[in-house]
């Protein structure tokens, strides 16, 4: 099963990370599909990137509310407290410290991270 990570600004002003549970129901779509999903949410953008091994992104903050899903290779999430998370194949982390001290983001992996970064709606 994925992982789901959220990071987030805290009241400290600094970035966390949890363990996000997304709220799954019960659907059926209009062209049949069913099964369980989360409510749609509403997204401005999607892209897909490629980090290499060894990229670094020092501290920053997200520049928007925003999905990235993990394709393939392994990303490591760095917060001030010094908590670090991996996301690989699979794993969504919505990113929602837009502000305060940020975080690190770094490719772990010897391949390639591909990742895909879904810009949700305000």
């Known amino acids: 099963m994925p992982n789901f990570v959220r990071c987030y600004t805290g009241d400290d002003g600094k970035s966390h990370l949890e ?5 799954f129901e019960s659907f ?4 049949g599909a069913y099964g369980e999903g989360t409510p749609m949410l509403g997204a401005n953008g999607v892209n897909i990137r490629i980090a290499q091994p060894g990229y670094l992104l020092e ?3 997200a520049p928007r509310r925003q999905y990235t899903i993990t394709l393939s290779g392994v990303a490591e999430v760095e917060v ?3 908590t670090k998370r991996q996301v690989g194949a699979g794993d969504v982390l919505l990113a929602e410290d837009l502000t305060g001290a940020g975080h ?14 879904v810009a949700l709606a305000d």
Request: aromatic letters at 10%.
């Open 19 to 23: 363990d996000l549970n997304p709220p």
């Open 28 to 31: 059926v779509d209009t062209e």
């Open 59 to 61: 501290w920053h903050c």
């Open 80 to 82: 001030s407290d010094g």
């Open 104 to 117: 690190i983001t770094r490719v772990i992996s010897d391949e390639p991270r591909y990742y895909m970064v």
